[in-house]
C-alpha cells in the first residue's frame, strides 16, 4: 500500500494559507508536476498544480481533479482504467470524479481537452494528514546516522508532500 504523508506546521497555518490564497500570478507549482500551460482565456493552469507526478491518491474513495480552461471545454481524465468527463463553467473550471480506486500504481493520470497532461508515477494508497510543531519539518536527512538510514531505507511507496508554511498577511 503507497502511504504519503502531507506535513503542515500547524492547522491555524492551513487556515492561514487558506485566507490568504495566492493569486494565479503567485502560484508556484511543486518540484515534479507536470507542465501545463496557463489558458490565456482564465489565467490559471489547465491542470491543478497539486496534481504532480509521484502523487499519492487515497484509496477507497471517489477521486475529484480539476483545473481551468475556456468555458465550455470538455475534459477527458483517464486514471487505471477509469474515465471521466466534464465541462468547463461560465468561469472556466472543470472538475471530474473518478470511480473508487483499490490500492495500487504506479499509474498515469491522463488529462486531455484543449490540452493534454500527463502526471506520472501515481500511486493510490492512504493519505496522512499530520500537522504538529516545528520538528514536523525535520527529515531523515537531518537525523542522526542520516546516510545509513538512507541507504538501509526499503520504503519506495511512502511519499512525503510538504505544505509551505504561510503567515497571515497585515
Do not use: Y
Not at 4 to 15: G, H, I, V
Not at 53 to 61: E, I
Not at 65 to 90: F, S
Not at 139 to 159: C, F, L, Q, W, Y
Request: charged content about 15%; overall charge neutral; proline content about 8%.
Amino acid at each position: 500500500i503507497a502511504v504519503a504523508l502531507f506535513a503542515l506546521m500547524s492547522f491555524s497555518c492551513w487556515a492561514a494559507m487558506e485566507v490568504n490564497r495566492p493569486t494565479p500570478t503567485e502560484w508556484n507549482a511543486p518540484p515534479g508536476a507536470p507542465t501545463a500551460s496557463v489558458d490565456a482565456a482564465a489565467g490559471k493552469p489547465f491542470l491543478h498544480a497539486l496534481f504532480s507526478d509521484h502523487m499519492v491518491l487515497q484509496r477507497d474513495v471517489a477521486t475529484a481533479i480539476w483545473g481551468w480552461t475556456q468555458p465550455g471545454k470538455e475534459v477527458t481524465v483517464t486514471l487505471a482504467g477509469k474515465t471521466a468527463t466534464g465541462v468547463a463553467d461560465a468561469q472556466g473550471k472543470w472538475l471530474v470524479r473518478l470511480d473508487t480506486l483499490p490500492a495500487g500504481g504506479p499509474h498515469t493520470i491522463t488529462v486531455t481537452g484543449p490540452q493534454t497532461v500527463e502526471v506520472r508515477d501515481v500511486l493510490v494508497g492512504d493519505v496522512w494528514l499530520c500537522s504538529g510543531q516545528s520538528n514536523m519539518q525535520m527529515s531523515v536527512g537531518d537525523s542522526m546516522n542520516a546516510k545509513a538510514e538512507i541507504a538501509a531505507a526499503t520504503h519506495p511507496r511512502i511519499r512525503f508532500f510538504s505544505v509551505p508554511w504561510a503567515g497571515l498577511r497585515p
